[in-house]
């Protein structure tokens, strides 16, 4: 009888929270952990094959805009920090800071967020944002994982959970294509043709 109760108390628990989204998997098949440092490097090495880093636009190292790095450059370390601070592994389309390991010489914060950058005219990542508190002000400080295009890779998405009365514009965050910068500045775009597919190691 104590069974069969704890059993249907284990059912209706179950069938009473959301379901939990699975976990983002490296190149080895682990899951994605909270505060460890990873490096992300695209999935199909189509030429360009630089990981993420910091890039310069026109010339300007500030802001420090988050890019595809050129040629063989493995890019920096970063870390993911879930919005839940309970919550130990990265999880697709959760809210997620994302920093880069070391200092930039922008004297800001390694934190990426979206912002609007004058001279590309888009909506780019750069660093300089805010990591924590959830909440309408720190909207632009959140990123989310997403499926890539291929089963084993993954994109980053800005698309905020972190404030239910937002209105929030929502995207895939892609490589912009300029002819002025060192590597590939990330700015956000729905770029269907060739979406930015990455892994993590
Ligand atoms: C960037 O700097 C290089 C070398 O200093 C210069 O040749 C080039 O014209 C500059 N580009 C821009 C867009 O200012
Ligand atoms: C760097 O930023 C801090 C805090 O934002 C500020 O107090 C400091 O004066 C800045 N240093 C320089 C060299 O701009
Ligand atoms: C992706 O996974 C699905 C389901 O597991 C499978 O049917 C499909 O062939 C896979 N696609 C690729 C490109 O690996
Ligand atoms: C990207 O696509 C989504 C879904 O179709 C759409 O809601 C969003 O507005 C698009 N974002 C941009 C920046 O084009
Ligand atoms: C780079 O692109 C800008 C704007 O698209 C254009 O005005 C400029 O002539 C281009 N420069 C080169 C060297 O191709």
């Avoid at 880093?53 to 420090?64: F, I, Q, T």
């Avoid at 922008?106 to 805010?130: D, R």
């Avoid at 959830?134 to 499926?147: A, Q, S, V």
């Avoid at 295009?149 to 937002?166: E, H, I, L, R």
Wanted: glycine share 8%.
């Amino acid at each position: 009888m104590k069974t069969i109760i704890l059993f249907s108390l284990a059912f209706i628990f179950t069938a009473n929270s959301a379901p939990v989204p699975a976990p983002v998997l490296d190149t080895k098949g682990k899951n994605l952990r909270a505060g460890v440092k990873y490096r992300v490097k695209p999935e199909d090495g189509d030429g360009y094959i630089g990981g993420l880093s910091l890039v310069e636009v026109r010339n300007m190292s500030c802001p420090a805009v988050v890019g595809q790095a050129p040629g063989l450059d493995k890019g920096l370390w970063l870390t993911f920090t879930p919005v839940n601070p309970k919550e130990r592994l990265i999880r697709l389309s959760t809210d997620v800071n994302i920093k880069f390991s070391g200092s930039n010489s922008c004297n800001e914060s390694n934190v990426w967020q979206l912002k609007y950058h004058e001279a590309m005219k888009q909506y780019a990542v750069i660093v300089g944002g805010v990591e924590g508190n959830p909440g309408p002000k720190t909207l632009n400080n959140w990123f989310k994982i997403e499926k890539g295009k291929y089963n084993d890779s993954y994109k980053f998405v800005f698309c905020p959970s972190v404030c239910s009365d937002c209105k929030v514009m929502c995207g895939d965050i892609n490589t912009f294509l300029t002819n002025d910068s060192e590597g590939q500045p990330l700015v956000l775009s729905n770029d269907t043709y060739w979406p930015f597919s990455v892994v993590f190691y």
